[in-house]
């Protein structure tokens, strides 16, 4: 057994659920739901062994706090799941649709991917959350999680396998090529024609290498240096909620807040009470020359901060002359996820939101709301940060592709 | 000068054309219309040039016809950017938005990509559309062309630089890497972050490089190995004609069809008149052991026969039990680009426009009809047989990405 014989197996297998109805797709979640309660010893066992191999081998302790899994952890995979549930079924949704002066009808339907990849590191979490999401999309999915989590993604997965075997559905939908290491994650990449599409999630360096090898075409979710520009018209109440928020309501996550550009004739009047905020959260600032004298136990900024996703109680606090030199710091440093402008001008707001080149762009907003729960979609597959495909936080119909149905009755073309 | 440094330079141009309003992009494609009206005699000279050097080195006759222009075929080209500027501007395009329960106001809108790629063979046509396609989008360009065309497409690139220039536009949004030969075309393809999506146009091969090697996204637009089922329950009144206008209305492009099945009910009935209509055609028939015996002249098919997208007037013919076994054969052979079946029956025709996986799936109508203009799209950017981004014929906004605009006046998250 090779990797890509089980990926071709999860090809072979996939009409089963590239056809399958809302009805069934939902009674096989429904099971996995149930599957995942009933045998929450059977998780917390093999997660108990990857945990005591993780500290054994050296495993940070947020890697390890990641992969752990609880009772209450395990419930809300559950939940997760019949959240999904919950979704409307993308597949069939008529896009667009109209009929030619010949009398063609033309609709434009969504469709399943077909096979779907991921290549993720050590979250179970996201296991859970990927083949849900598949199966309601109606794509057979192939997997290949991190060495890390290896024993407690075994036991989910089987347990997805089981639910799907329950109703009818072929169990090979659901693919792991775990146990070939980092070759499986090549035969992932190298999977053109059996794979449609691969979405990594992880590091950023886990995504720079996925996107560079893959020949299967990648969503790209990725890094965010997001910035926060605070212009002079700024209503500087608002600003220090909307910066506190952005930065330290999650600061491991994509979507908070790494620099902050300050127009120079607030920065005197904002900063040093900022300051006050900033570190009352115990964030760490790295601010230029003109902020650092605002700035009681600010360290100064290197070049190098501007370009740093702390992803932590760390921020790059900047004074700019006026909104050009913001937006040319943005387009220079920005990773296009998320970029903020406050401001009371209506212009100057415009034109922030025209220029700036990001996946979302944002006038007088906490920086946190780039998210697909927050944007009504349900479920959220990741924030895409490239342009093709998909921009910005993704939905379920991410998932799938469309085809056009044509229906005539005898027209040629003349 | 390196081909890098003309994509550099196109990246930082792109804002100029990204950001340019509708009416300024029309007035620069109505110059370029003029331009190219006024200046035929230049355009004919360098065209003449390629030819004799095309004839001198062998170049094929097919292909020496498609690099030839005349008078005719440079007004079609000025008529085909009027067309386009004819078109809506997709640029701005609301797609979606709604306020979100705590008041932000979130909306989809369309934007440029940024800068496109194109690697393409010896058709100086192909080098205005793509131009005109461009600017109307927003988007800088960046063409690799075949040798072949190389002088003519240095003139009609000097003419699109020109006419972007007179209004102000930088004629830097348009480069050519043509003097750089393949590793120009290397140089697009490894530009991941300055090209932001590349559209290879031209022989399989070419595409199948491209997809293979290339960094940047990749829009692929495929051949097309395109069946028709005739079912049992067909009309054998319209199968003629859809038939003979599948095959022969156009035979050198992607949607004529290159492989009939027929119900083994109904062979008896239709292929021998079918063979007479083919015949008076010109048409060369591959039949397999069934069919031969009901079309005289007809060759044995080979296996490869199947696999083979003729693009000529010849077809590949077999007999079937019936559905499932047009179905398993469609699965095999098909190239995801158009397929069509011919029915009366209402369950046979849902039947085949679900579980077939293809671009276009179409019921009782010629293949012919896979095309943007048809569609209603009004120009048309190649069909994409992948099912990332687009697939089938691809309008206008097949060029453009979205980002999401969010309007708030200070929330934070909870």
Chains 1, 2 share one sequence.
């Not at 108990?48 to 890697?63: K, R, T, V």
């Not at 932590?312 to 990773?335: F, K, M, N, P, W």
């Not at 939905?395 to 005898?410: C, D, E, H, I």
Request: net charge negative; hydrophobic share 45%.
């Amino acid at each position: 057994m090779t990797a890509n014989s089980l990926i071709e197996k999860a090809k072979l297998a996939s009409g089963d659920i590239n056809r399958a109805g809302t009805s069934l797709k939902n009674q096989a979640l429904e099971r996995l739901a149930a599957l995942l309660e009933a045998n929450a010893a059977e998780i917390l066992a093999a997660n108990e062994q990857d945990l005591e191999h993780g500290a054994a081998n050296g495993l940070a302790i947020g890697l390890q706090d990641r992969l752990r899994l609880t009772t209450e952890r395990i419930a809300s995979l559950a939940s997760a799941v019949r959240e999904i549930i919950a979704l409307a079924d993308p597949v069939g949704e008529i896009v667009s649709g109209r009929t030619l002066h010949n009398g063609l009808k033309i609709s434009q339907v969504r469709v399943p991917f077909g096979v779907i990849g991921m290549i993720y590191e050590a979250r179970p979490n996201v296991t859970i959350d990927i083949a849900a999401l598949a199966i309601k999309s109606g794509n057979a999915l192939v997997l290949r999680g991190g060495s890390a989590a290896e024993k407690t993604n075994a036991v989910l997965i089987r347990l997805v396998r089981r639910a799907l075997d329950d109703f009818g559905i072929s169990p090979d939908v659901i693919q792991s090529v775990d146990e070939f290491g980092r070759d499986g994650a090549k035969a992932i990449m190298m999977a053109r024609g059996l794979v449609d599409v691969l979405i990594p999630r992880g590091s950023a360096n886990l995504i720079k290498t996925v996107v560079e090898e893959s020949k299967v075409p990648v969503i790209e979710t990725g890094d965010g240096i997001v910035h926060i520009y605070v212009d002079e018209s700024a209503d500087l109440d608002k600003a220090i909620p909307i910066i506190i928020n952005s930065k330290t309501q999650r600061p491991s996550v994509c979507n908070s807040l790494e620099t902050l550009l300050v127009h120079k004739d607030v920065a005197s009047e904002l900063l040093p009470k900022l300051n006050e905020a900033l570190l009352s959260e115990d964030v760490v600032v790295h601010a230029d020359e003109t902020a650092s004298g605002l700035m009681s136990g600010a360290t100064m900024a290197q070049e190098s901060d501007w370009a740093t996703e702390y992803l932590a109680l760390e921020l790059s606090v900047r004074v700019v002359d006026g909104i050009d030199q913001a937006l040319d710091h943005i387009a220079r440093y920005s990773t296009k996820h998320t970029e903020s402008i406050l401001t009371e001008d209506l212009g100057t707001a415009e034109r922030f939101l025209a220029e700036v080149d990001a996946a979302v762009v944002m006038v007088n907003s906490s920086t946190r709301f780039t998210d697909g729960g927050e944007f009504g979609f349900g479920a959220e597959v990741g924030i895409s940060t490239q342009k093709l495909h998909a921009r910005g936080p993704m939905g379920l119909s991410v998932l799938t592709s469309t085809k056009w149905l044509v229906r005539g009755n005898g027209q040629v073309r003349g």
